[in-house]
């Protein structure tokens, strides 16, 4: 007859596999969604500066999204992006990826 220490030890040393393995199957699925996002950043970054003016992320947003009114699309850009110290204001790879995965 096995103990229940043995069991109870048996059952914690398949619990840690599963686990082991749900969250490398996790971290895998995050590391190719990040990949995804990437990739469709700099498709979208025309100009190859590293970053979305707003002429790049509303030719993206009304290629994803055509019936998104440009009100929103504007208020969208204006809440992801900090300004810039000339004034001006650009979508970095990092933000994007925020955003994407928040909508």
């Not at 686990?19 to 979208?44: D, G, N, P």
């Amino acid at each position: 007859m096995v103990s229940r220490y043995v069991q109870r030890s048996r059952a914690l040393r398949t619990l840690t596999h599963s686990l082991t393995y749900l969250l490398q199957a996790y971290f895998q699925l995050e590391k190719e969604e990040a990949e995804q996002i990437v990739a469709a950043f700099h498709s979208w970054d025309v100009d190859g500066d590293g970053s979305l003016d707003f002429d790049e992320f509303r030719e993206m947003t009304a290629y994803s999204n055509p019936a998104l009114p440009p009100k929103t699309m504007m208020k969208i850009y204006k809440a992801a992006t900090p300004e810039t110290p000339d004034g001006g204001s650009q979508l970095n790879v990092l933000k994007f990826s925020q955003v994407t995965r928040c909508g």
